[in-house]
């Protein structure tokens, strides 16, 4: 399984963009990019998945170089509701999707 | 419901007392995952299944501990003689398997917090 590498925590204030990078140098070719965000007693919940380039959704954007062994996931304009725990993700249909979450980076907004 | 939900929320149990933790996936999900988070942890995989069938249990951290998806809907997982080491949230995730490549979103539940006295 691919293993992943992010910020143990980090700061921003209400109407920042938020960038969070992920490092997963040993990703294989099969494999996609997902990032969950978890709020505290609540189960994660999908942002955003990809697996090359960029991708943008309603909530954040996914931005994924050339070689794949990094992502950044982006969050315009935060609010406070946005403080949670993100993980970045990855793996691929034949491995059962069994991902390795890692311990995330905790987002806190302040006013 | 439109969303997984799992049962209790909430678990206290004795050292040694068995547990069985219930999860109600989203209907037509054939698969079901279950995950342990221990606390200021990211949640760690534990077992999937695909229907009925266990294609990986691998994640379970001893054979105290037992998941089952009988009719491949519902899911079970039991803990035997429980220690204080087992006290985590138990996450159970859903997706909806299309068998193509790009992967599917897993849909989470809200976990059941258990703690071993």
């Known amino acids: 399984l691919a293993k992943t590498t992010q910020p143990i925590s980090m700061d921003s204030y209400e109407g920042q963009e938020v960038n969070i990078t992920c490092s997963h140098n040993?990703?294989?070719?099969?494999?996609?990019i997902t990032w969950y965000q978890q709020f505290p007693s609540q189960g994660p919940r999908f942002i955003i998945q990809?697996?090359?380039t960029k991708v943008t959704n309603e909530v954040a954007s996914l931005f994924i170089p050339a070689d794949r062994k990094s992502s950044t996931l982006s969050l315009p304009r935060v609010s406070l509701s946005d403080t949670a725990v993100y993980y970045c993700l990855v793996g691929g249909k034949y491995n059962f999707n069994k991902f390795y979450f890692g311990s995330g980076t905790k987002l806190n907004v302040k006013p | 419901g439109a969303g997984v939900s799992q049962s209790p929320r909430y678990k206290v149990a004795k050292r040694g007392q068995d547990v069985a933790l219930r999860c109600d996936p989203i209907s037509g999900h054939v698969s079901l995952f279950w995950y342990q988070q221990a606390l200021g942890q990211g949640p760690e995989f534990l077992t999937y299944?695909?229907?009925?069938?266990?294609?990986?249990k691998s994640g379970l951290p001893s054979d105290r501990f037992f998941a089952e998806r009988p009719e491949g809907s519902v899911s079970t997982l039991k803990i035997q003689r429980t220690q204080q080491e087992d006290s985590a949230v138990y996450l159970c995730a859903s997706s909806f398997y299309s068998g193509r490549l790009r992967e599917e979103t897993q849909y989470f539940g809200p976990g059941t917090r258990l703690l071993v006295l």
């Open positions: 040993n990703i294989a070719t099969n494999d996609y």
């Open positions: 299944f695909q229907n009925e069938a266990q294609l990986d």
């Open positions: 990809g697996y090359k």
